[in-house]
């Protein structure tokens, strides 16, 4: 299969700039797609590299720098992704303090539709404090979603099938590792096919070292206007949905409804488990529908792979992040200790890895639109809904 | 007005290097101006833009990267700014980590004419302390200064006026904005004529969010020889000064005079209420003299836009930082929790800005300086000049 | 003596890359020696500068963006360095949080042959708390090693003798430089002569304040396979050697010999105090050989110099960083205000400076291995060893 190098550091590979496209494939205009890569300049992005992939109904561009993120996406006129107080994004690693603000510094960078929170640890920051020997003391910030958005990938690559319908995949591989620390890579094929709705991330965590690797990884994926608005709707076949806190608890009962843009609103977070085709089958799907039912995102995983799922409601101003995140995640986003004590952390044995896939679809028709809740409603007669609008154990601290 | 966009990450504008004269623009060589933009290699400054505007006579650079602060000047032979300990800035604040060093990390990029300090905090860094509902704690540091000096520009412009003078704009916007944080835009016009002896900084802080944003701006505009020396003085139409602490408090009856380089000098800093021209007219200024008296640099602003004055000396070894700080601001430089508690911080509306406006004079003949210390005397004559020499509520913490 | 500047951040001056062998001085193809710089692309070394000196036998890589450190090195057919679990550096210092989990930031980037740690500190990060007048807490953290290694340098130049055999010499000056702060220069000169199988580092350590500059310095120069293996030794003149703690001392009578790579080991650590050839010529070494004592590494000092030395033991999975660090210091890697109560700080005074001078010798047949391990029995037949399998005062911690 054709494979084009962006960067590979293990043999000084790096391309400043590159367009691919049928023509220059020599395969055809069967279907007017392209991949483009080129390193941006100025202001907090200088020196980002950015490769947008257009399959010719469906846009959307990935940031190597930023971890092979997803930065924005386009279908058919219809944005996806928010706006982001973050106006000049993408922001580039080296301008984004981790451990800046008790822990909070990722938000200076964080504008994506799809960040990738852990692998480390991903929720939010706690802080570890150690006594010496001696009395002094030492504290470690562990920072909100952890380390793996803000590291530059050390390969990326672009393949185009030869034969149609010519799926198109950017490769990656981002590592996070240290001496006496994680050495996780995250192998990362991210694909889609000329003239298709969707887009698939299949990411394989690979313990790079010789002692077992604990991990933990969600999907942050970020939705504003069109998605959102006010009447726009949540949908998933749903087990049980839990407020994270408080807060969460005041809006439970509509838990899956949107409001309209309010400034100072505060954030809503509820967990779930979801409902799963079968055990052996355990594909499942989340969904976001605007009011009128004529457009939609999905989000199509397995429940084996992913099994925590969150929901972040944010629809504050729209000036001040008027968004929506669908979360399918290994844990929900508590404080790493809280999480690995219930045992939400997946353990990587030596020579192991780990394999989730998400497909992002895109639908903007009543009727596929319909036809996507059907698919929602058939998985949830299969279980009743257990509504907690306190935060409760397991799933999360109460009190 | 011919406009040159050298920076918009909003349309990917980015440009290397340009050069702007009389020549270029057509408009015959009355005076032999230029503005000159270049990216800097190697070192801590690689990466870093910087734009120098010669005016012809007054020279001064100005570095988009580190939040549009001026660099170093020159006028007629006569260095404007100081000899920074740090002696191969500009800095790419890539490699500042402002929450390092106890926050005082601010310091190792620190060697401009001016420097903004803001605009979540300036002044003296504090920590805040945060005890969980399960026990564990998170400190947050907000550092020396705030974070906009190492802000790069998203957008960055020159502007040159097609009439005689042809004045010559600089104008720059740097975000400090994240999700849950402060957003607030400045746009910057920095501007100057050819031949004349002054530049000009408008700064328009606008609130780019749907809540109100407090926040806080000091000008730390920074000058050693020659216009620091053994007897140069200090001249402003005072109101009142007070000593910071018991430290400045030794030195308050010199306030105003400052003494020869000195190894192992302790930095003493004063604050002061100046005097404007009238309740309706607010202009005033704050002069830095040398010895002689045929040299001065003059700031003339406006008290009801930045009515805390702050007198930094710190007449150090030449090596170790031998520079005073003429300091303009909306606020004391003291820890913020401090300045809110009395009142100084700006709360920008909703839709709402502020705006500040600072020129900078530079002088350098008898005649000249005697002209502007008669105005400085003019205004003197408006009020007597109450001074405390140990620290005194409501600008400084007491004890 | 013709001089390639590289980098000069005095004037401007930066190059891209750049080669330069005998054809290029035109000295004749005598030795096929060779100096080549380049900036690297992509990934986490995305803007590195780097440097590689071959002198026809001896090959090594210098880092000026990484405070001239070396990276790798080959002799004949023998890697010099190790394989770290980072493995797609040289990481650029601006992706290195140094005061980032608890202290150990550093760890991020560290992958080299040679790191040197310091100058404000080197060893174990610590934490200084300090209580403000109203109370409130400020935490600062000294990490791990320092900050010299994540430094770039502000001048390279390479320079080669114009007279047979014509040394090779890479010149660089790291600025460890901060208003308030501590104001040292390194001017460093790393040197080989064409088909030698040593190189030197000569680094002079200037005081750049007025005020005298306290320091430290330790070089940490890391082995992994082929020199590391199974039944390795270190070998070296010992007066004593002392476990830096409880799990250094479970392995005090093997010191000097290696075990395979073993999952899940531990570091272990000793201080010694070497033999010196006499007082007034006080050169020592140390050596590590492989089991076969046909290979070995070789360093050579002077214990006026570097006083103190260290051996890390670090026989964990291969992958996980089998490596034994051979580290000369002026101090031991304990937290500083250790070091410091117990005087081993340099203080460099107004004006002074501090000269180290240390050569890496690589030896590759038996005889030559040989050789050097009767160099260290004959200064050993000096002095009996004194052993402490307890961390033990001056050097450790007690308890």
Redesign the interface.
């Known amino acids: 299969m054709p494979t084009f190098v ?5 043999s ?3 391309t400043e700039s590159l367009t691919i496209d049928p023509t220059a494939l020599g395969l055809g205009q069967d279907w007017p797609w392209s991949v483009t890569k080129e390193r ?8 980002v ?1 950015l490769i947008v992939v257009d399959n010719g109904l469906l846009r959307f561009s990935i940031v190597p ?1 930023r971890g092979m993120g997803l930065w924005k996406g386009w279908f058919q006129g219809n944005r996806l992704g928010w706006d ?5 994004g993408p922001v ?4 984004v ?8 510094g990722w ?2 960078g ?1 504008d994506e539709l799809l960040a990738r929170c852990g692998l480390e640890n991903n929720g939010a ?6 006594v010496k ?2 009395g ?6 562990f920072g909100l979603h952890g380390r793996i958005a803000n ?6 690559a672009v393949q185009v099938a030869p034969e149609p319908p010519h799926e198109i995949a950017v490769l990656g591989q981002v ?1 996070e ?5 994680l ?1 996780i890579r995250m192998a990362t094929r991210i694909s889609t096919v000329p003239g298709s709705n969707s887009l698939t991330i299949r990411d394989e965590f690979i313990n ?4 077992p690797a604990p991990m933990q990884v969600l999907y942050h994926w970020n939705f504003g206007p069109p998605f959102l608005g006010e009447g726009a709707r949540f949908l998933a076949p749903i087990k049980s949905v839990t407020a994270r806190d408080a807060r969460a608890g005041e809006g439970t009962r509509h838990h899956d409804r949107y409001q309209a ?1 309010t ?2 609103f505060t954030e809503q977070v509820y967990y779930y488990e979801l409902v799963g085709q079968s055990k052996e089958v355990p594909k499942t799907l989340a969904m976001l529908r605007n009011r009128e039912g004529d457009k939609a995102v999905v989000l199509r995983f397995q429940k084996d792979q992913l099994p925590a799922f969150t929901l972040w409601k944010n629809t ?6 008027y968004v929506t995140g669908l979360e399918p995640g290994t844990n929900y986003p508590n ?1 790493r200790p ?1 999480e690995a004590a219930r045992g939400r952390i997946v353990t990587l044995p ?1 020579g192991g890895s780990y394999v989730t896939e998400t497909t992002l679809q895109v639908v903007a028709s009543p009727d596929e639109v319909a036809i996507v809740e059907a698919e929602v409603n058939r998985l949830q007669a299969q279980s009743a809904i257990i509504v907690s609008s306190t935060p409760k154990e397991p799933v999360a ?1 109460e ?1």
Do not use: C, M
């Not at 580039?92 to 301008?95: E, G």
């Open positions: 962006l960067t590979d550091v293990s000084d590979v790096w941006l300049r100025g202001g907090r992005r200088d020196g590299d720098t982001s107080p973050v106006t000049d580039h690693p080296a301008l303090n981790l451990s800046g603000a008790g822990g909070l938000l200076d964080f920051p706690f802080e570890v404090k150690t020997p001696d002094s003391e030492s504290h470690a910030t590291i530059p990938a050390s390969y990326v590592d590792t240290r001496l006496f620390g050495g790079l070292k010789d002692q843009p400034a100072g504050a101003g729209l000036r001040d992040g404080p809280f030596v601290p009190g």
